[in-house]
């Protein structure tokens, strides 16, 4: 990106890992990431039920992010994800910030999150958080088919 962007002056490009960024405690007025979150979630089978090992690096990526913020200082995620999956990972009280969502598109869709750090999260957002770490939120399983009761295919006369 350095040799790609070279005539841009002014522009530096840092290489590091996200779970241990190496800026002091409040240097950033703004934080943008589009599509960083959802590659390290690209492992998931299940957006409802993300592993331990993914929450955990997610959890660790935006504790990071909370603390180089400014306060007042906002982080933008663009993604695809829709609320009901990522406000679930966003929305804790640990990081510090307020969640607002915003999507842009017609049946394709971007999502927009905004979190500005320093401010509460809504009543909405702390009720959820409450219920995932309590994990007492109701999970839906659907079948969409019952399972067949017969070998059929060794009955077909092909």
């Given amino acids: 990106m350095a ?9 530096r490009w840092l290489k590091m890992d996200a779970r241990h960024l190496a800026f002091s405690e409040g240097t950033f007025e703004v ?18 039920s993300v ?3 993914t929450a955990g690096l997610l959890q660790q990526v935006l504790k990071e992010i ?36 915003h999507s842009y598109g017609v049946g394709f869709q971007y999502f927009l999150y905004v979190l500005t750090k320093g401010e509460t999260l809504n009543p909405e957002d702390q009720a959820l958080e409450d219920r ?3 994990d007492k939120e109701p999970r839906t399983v659907v079948h969409l088919q019952e399972p067949d009761s017969e070998d059929f295919l060794s009955r077909i006369g092909i």
């Fill in 3 to 11: 040799r790609r962007h070279a005539d841009c002056p002014g522009m």
């Fill in 31 to 48: 934080v943008l990431e589009k599509g960083t979150l959802d590659a390290m979630m690209v492992e998931e089978k299940d957006p409802w």
């Fill in 51 to 53: 592993s331990a090992e």
């Fill in 66 to 101: 909370s603390r180089v913020l400014k306060p007042g200082g906002r982080f933008i995620s663009i993604t695809f994800a829709q609320p009901h999956f990522r406000r679930r990972l966003l929305a804790r009280r640990e990081y510090g910030w307020s969640v607002q969502t």
């Fill in 132 to 134: 995932l770490m309590e």
